[in-house]
C-alpha cells in the first residue's frame, strides 16, 4: 500500500478513488516571494518545485479556465469557482505585482485542495501548513470547499494551529517572523488522540513532593484542615500553539531547502489517525511527512513533482527505515530499469527530469545548461578539488556532465569538449546508447588529470544500461573519479522500532 509518486499531484490525484485516505499533512508552497531554488533547472516544473513565486501567466488562467469547466457538473469545484471569482474582486483583478503573484497562487493551489477534499475519508482529517503570506486566503479556500453545503456555519475547521519556533532573523522595520501557520480541518467523527507535552517548569514546582514509586505529586488542603495528596499527571493537553524546535541535528537534515522538522509531522499523524491507517502527502518534498508515517506504523502515499525530491527521499526511508523500492513500496515515474528510462525520454514534458536524474546518480547537482544548449543534452556543473603534488598545492577545478538521450555523434562529443576547455574542466558524457570507438579515441586524447599521486581520465563516458539498476555501485568503477570529489551523502539514524530496541538491549 506504501507509494511514491513523481509527478504533478494534481494528475495523480485525479487518477485516485473518492475517499482514499485517512489524513492528509501536507506543506505545500507558500507564495512567500522567496526563491529556495537550489537546484537551477531549466524545467519550469522542476525550478517551479523550489521557488515560492508565483506569476499570473497562461498556466494561472488555463487552470482557472479548468477550474470554471470542472464547475458545471461538480459541486466543490462550484464552490472554489465562486470563492475564486470573489478573491478577483478582492485582489482587484490584478495581473502583475503581489496581488498577481496571489491569484496564480490560488488558481494553482484551489483544484489541488479540491482533490484532497475528494479523496479525503470521511470522517477524516487534513493538516494544512503554510505562512502567514497566504494563510488566511487558504482558510477561505477550505472553508468554501469543506463546507460548500453548509452556508451557515464552518463545521469542518477545527484549529488554525501556531508552530512557533525560534531563528535567527532580526528585521530592523518589523517584528521577526517565527511562526508558520497550519490549517486543521476534520469531519464530526474524525480520529483525534489527545497529545500530552511536559507541564511547564511552574507546574512542576507546585508538585514538589515525590513518592517511592517516583512519581510527583502535591499537597492540597480540603475543607475541614484536611490534606490530600494530588498525583501530577502525565502532561498537559497541547493546545494550538506548538513550541517545536526546527531541525538543528546533522542527522536528520538533508541540505532541502524546506525541509520540516520530524517531530512536527509525528504530532499531526499522532494526533489524527491510528496505527494501520493510511496518511498522504501530495508534497512530499524530501519525504518529512512519510518518515514520520513509517515510525508510527502508519501506511502512506507520497507525491512530489521534482525528480530532485524523489533520492533523497528515497534515501531517507533506506537510511532510516530500511525500505527498498520497488521491494517494500511502490514508486511510479522514477526510472527502476531501462524500460522506465526509455519512457522518461519519450515524454518531451520530462526530458529535463531524466537528464536531472542522470547527473544525480553520479552525485552532481543540475544546474543550468552549458555547452551546446540543445535539446539533446544538457550540461551540469559541479566543483572538485584536486591536490597537485608537483605545484604542492590544492586548485579547485569545475566537472562538466552532459547527457544525450538519443545516439551520440562525434561533433556532440567535439563539442563538449570544446565547453571543457574553455573551462579547464573535467567531463562526463552520459548516453543511452553505445559509444563509438571514434568517440572514445577524442577523450584518450584529453588526457587525463593527476589528484594524490592517482591518474584519471579527463573525459568520461557512462553508457546507462541494465547493468546499473542491477548493481548501481559498480558506477564508481565505470566512472574513475577521486574518492573524495564529491560530498558524502548525509545519512540519517536509522529507527528502530520499541521490539527491535528491547532485541538490541537483550
Not at 538519443?406 to 548516453?431: L, R, W, Y
Amino acid at each position: 500500500m506504501n507509494k511514491l509518486y513523481f509527478g504533478d499531484n494534481l494528475e495523480v490525484m485525479q487518477e485516485m478513488d473518492d475517499q482514499r485516505v485517512d489524513l492528509i499533512c501536507t506543506d505545500p508552497p507558500f507564495n512567500s516571494g522567496r526563491d529556495y531554488n537550489a537546484f537551477l533547472t531549466d524545467s519550469l516544473a522542476q525550478s517551479k518545485a523550489f521557488t515560492d513565486t508565483w506569476t499570473w501567466d497562461d498556466p494561472a488562467k488555463d487552470a482557472r479556465a479548468d477550474i470554471e469547466r470542472r464547475a458545471r457538473t461538480s459541486d466543490t469545484y462550484k464552490a472554489l469557482d465562486t470563492c475564486l471569482k470573489g478573491y478577483d474582486l478582492v485582489l482587484q483583478n490584478a495581473v502583475s505585482g503581489n496581488k498577481g503573484a496571489m491569484r496564480a497562487y490560488l488558481a494553482f493551489m484551489g483544484p489541488r485542495l479540491a482533490e484532497m477534499h475528494r479523496i479525503l475519508k470521511d470522517p477524516g482529517s487534513i493538516y494544512l501548513h503554510c505562512d502567514p503570506t497566504a494563510s488566511h486566503y487558504l482558510k477561505g479556500v477550505m472553508d468554501a470547499i469543506w463546507d460548500r453545503n453548509n452556508p451557515k456555519k464552518n463545521e469542518y475547521f477545527r484549529n488554525e494551529i501556531v508552530w512557533h519556533y525560534k531563528g535567527n532573523s532580526t528585521p530592523k522595520r518589523k517584528f521577526p517572523a517565527k511562526h508558520d501557520i497550519i490549517l486543521y480541518y476534520a469531519s464530526g467523527s474524525a480520529v483525534f488522540n489527545p497529545i500530552l507535552v511536559p507541564y511547564s517548569e511552574a507546574t512542576l514546582r507546585r508538585y514538589n513532593h515525590t513518592d517511592e514509586d517516583g512519581r510527583r505529586y502535591k499537597i492540597s488542603a480540603l475543607r475541614g484542615g484536611k490534606q490530600e495528596k494530588v498525583y501530577m499527571g502525565e502532561g498537559k493537553m497541547a493546545d494550538s500553539v506548538w513550541d517545536i524546535p526546527v531541525i538543528r541535528t546533522k542527522q536528520e537534515r538533508l541540505g532541502y531547502p524546506t525541509q520540516k522538522p520530524r517531530a512536527l509531522y509525528e504530532r499531526m499523524i499522532k494526533a489524527s489517525s491510528n496505527e494501520g491507517d493510511l496518511v498522504m502527502d501530495p508534497f512530499a518534498g524530501c519525504g518529512t511527512t512519510i518518515d514520520a508515517a513509517e515510525t508510527l506504523n502508519r501506511f502512506w502515499i507520497g507525491i512530489d513533482l521534482t525528480i530532485l525530491s524523489l533520492d533523497p527521499m528515497r534515501r531517507r526511508l533506506a537510511d532510516r527505515h530500511g525500505l527498498e523500492p520497488s521491494k517494500d513500496y511502490e514508486i511510479h515515474g522514477y526510472p527502476t530499469n531501462m524500460q522506465e528510462v526509455h519512457m522518461l525520454v519519450r515524454d518531451e514534458r520530462k526530458y529535463h527530469d531524466f537528464s536531472n536524474w542522470a547527473v544525480t546518480r553520479l552525485g552532481l547537482q543540475p544546474t543550468r545548461s552549458v555547452g551546446d544548449g540543445g535539446k539533446d543534452g544538457e550540461a551540469h556543473v559541479g566543483h572538485i578539488t584536486l591536490w597537485d603534488p608537483e605545484e604542492v598545492q590544492t586548485t579547485d577545478t569545475r566537472i562538466f556532465a552532459e547527457v544525450k538521450s538519443g545516439k551520440p555523434t562525434i561533433d556532440q562529443v567535439k563539442s563538449f569538449c570544446h565547453t571543457m576547455n574553455e573551462h579547464d574542466a573535467i567531463g562526463i558524457f552520459i548516453t543511452i546508447e553505445p559509444v563509438t570507438k571514434g568517440m572514445r579515441q577524442i577523450a584518450e586524447n584529453m588526457g587525463t588529470f593527476y589528484h594524490n599521486n592517482q591518474t584519471y581520465p579527463r573525459l568520461q563516458f557512462w553508457q546507462i544500461d541494465d547493468t546499473y539498476f542491477e548493481n548501481p555501485s559498480a558506477l564508481k568503477d565505470i566512472i574513475r573519479l577521486p574518492a573524495s570529489w564529491l560530498a558524502p551523502m548525509r545519512r540519517m539514524e536509522r529507527h528502530f522500532t520499541d521490539t527491535q530496541m528491547t532485541l538490541l538491549r537483550s
